[in-house]
């Protein structure tokens, strides 16, 4: 799924920012020329809508496997208690917003959060060596985007773990 959201975002930058591609820089008169036309707006926002669809997507999936490891941390502390307590065993309460890992599932959460919205137009003017650039709301959310790639790295993490080690 984030490989798709990722095609998609390379997709609506080559579709919306594409003929704002220039060969020259930009002077203060140009700059003034395109602000006073305003915001320019991307007509593609079927490709977003569809890109927020796979987003919400990847944030439940998130949200459900948080969900699965937290219950399986319980588990297996009372796994632990049963060894060596056999008369009394508590019931294993969630500790689903207590425990260290739900930091990590905020951060993760707040870097999916990140596609390219629709219906969602602004213009970004950066000074970089002396030079004015412009660039569209598009474009820097869809390199912020690039972030996702680590699912690449926990699948191949997860997938050797499991794979290659034994689980008992």
Request: proline share 2%.
């Amino acid at each position: 799924m984030f490989a798709a959201s990722i095609v998609l975002a390379i997709g609506v930058n080559e579709e919306c920012a594409s003929e704002d591609y220039k060969d020259y820089y930009l002077n203060a008169s140009m700059i003034a020329k395109i602000r006073a036309r305003g915001t320019r707006i991307c007509s593609k926002n079927d490709i977003k809508i569809l890109q927020t669809i796979i987003t919400v997507a990847i944030l439940v999936v998130l949200y459900d496997r948080y969900r699965t490891k937290a219950k399986l941390s319980d588990l297996q502390v009372l796994l632990e208690e049963r060894r060596y307590n056999f008369i009394q065993v508590m019931p294993p309460t969630l500790q689903t917003y207590t425990s260290p890992a739900f930091l990590g599932f905020v951060l993760e959460f707040f870097i999916n959060c990140f596609h390219t919205f629709p219906f969602l137009y602004a213009d970004v003017e950066m000074v970089v060596m002396k030079r004015h650039i412009l660039y569209r709301l598009e474009s820097i959310m869809g390199a912020v985007m690039f972030v996702r790639i680590y699912h690449v790295l926990r699948w191949l993490f997860e997938r050797t773990y499991l794979k290659y080690f034994d689980l008992e």
